[in-house]
């Protein structure tokens, strides 16, 4: 299961320059605590994605942080002061995003696509069940794929850029572009025919560092040898193969 955490700036004990400065400063504390609603639920190791909600804009309503519980819920004292009993639970940040960046995956995008569930705000902490969990992954490795305008420092960060797609979201990458790797050709769909066969083609997620504007989209299929190379190396023979100017 996947638990949805809210964030609406406008009444949160956590600003939204706190915020921005996990964004700067992930490098040296990639962990954030937050309230969760269905606290009986979770688990260690659970997915989490962080919601900010409650603009009139509604391009600002959407997701903003991505990542993984660890540890076990605890009581703590209610962040509103309402003394209400309160259980938060810490995570470990995977990717975190300007959330005045104006391209983020939208309430009303996960609305239209995972209408069971309302993302527009409500208690912080609720659980998709695992069939609506491999849609939403699928969208955010859709997301993912196609946001070139955010990878940009200071705009958003994550801490390991190669674990941001999980299994579900890499079928979606696997189904756009095939099962062929991206810079060698080597084709595992036709080496491995038997879709039981438990073998599939990695799918690389390209970092900050390694962002190239020419490139048309952020993820690619890549064989494990190509997969082994310096990072420089991949984006070099990406551009040669896929640069806009070829």
């Excluded at 095939?178 to 438990?198: E, H, Q, T, V």
Aim: proline share 4%.
């Amino acid at each position: 299961m996947t638990c949805i955490l809210f964030w609406n700036p406008a009444i949160s004990a956590f600003t939204k320059d706190e915020f921005k400065e996990c964004i700067s400063n992930l490098d040296l504390d990639n962990t954030i605590s937050w309230n969760v609603w269905e606290y009986k639920k979770l688990e260690s190791g659970q997915r989490v994605f962080l919601m900010r909600c409650g603009s009139d804009n509604p391009k600002e309503n959407g997701i903003v942080l991505s990542g993984y519980f660890y540890g076990e819920a605890y009581k703590g004292k209610d962040w509103s002061g309402k003394n209400r009993r309160t259980y938060y639970a810490d995570a470990e940040i995977e990717m975190i995003i300007d959330p005045d960046c104006g391209a983020l995956l939208t309430a009303d995008k996960l609305s239209e696509k995972i209408p069971t569930f309302d993302w527009t705000g409500g208690h912080s902490g609720r659980y998709l069940d695992e069939k609506d969990s491999d849609v939403l992954e699928s969208l955010w490795a859709e997301y993912l794929d196609g946001c070139n305008d955010i990878l940009r420092p200071g705009v958003c960060a994550f801490d390991d850029y190669n674990d941001l797609i999980m299994e579900s979201g890499a079928d979606i990458i696997r189904k756009l572009y095939g099962s062929s790797c991206a810079i060698c050709g080597y084709d595992y769909s036709k080496i491995f025919p038997d879709k039981n066969s438990g073998v599939e083609i990695p799918v690389r997620y390209m970092s900050i560092r390694e962002l190239h504007p020419e490139l048309p989209h952020q993820c690619w299929p890549i064989c494990s040898n190509c997969y082994e190379v310096k990072d420089e190396i991949i984006v070099e023979r990406l551009m040669k193969k896929y640069g806009k100017s070829h």
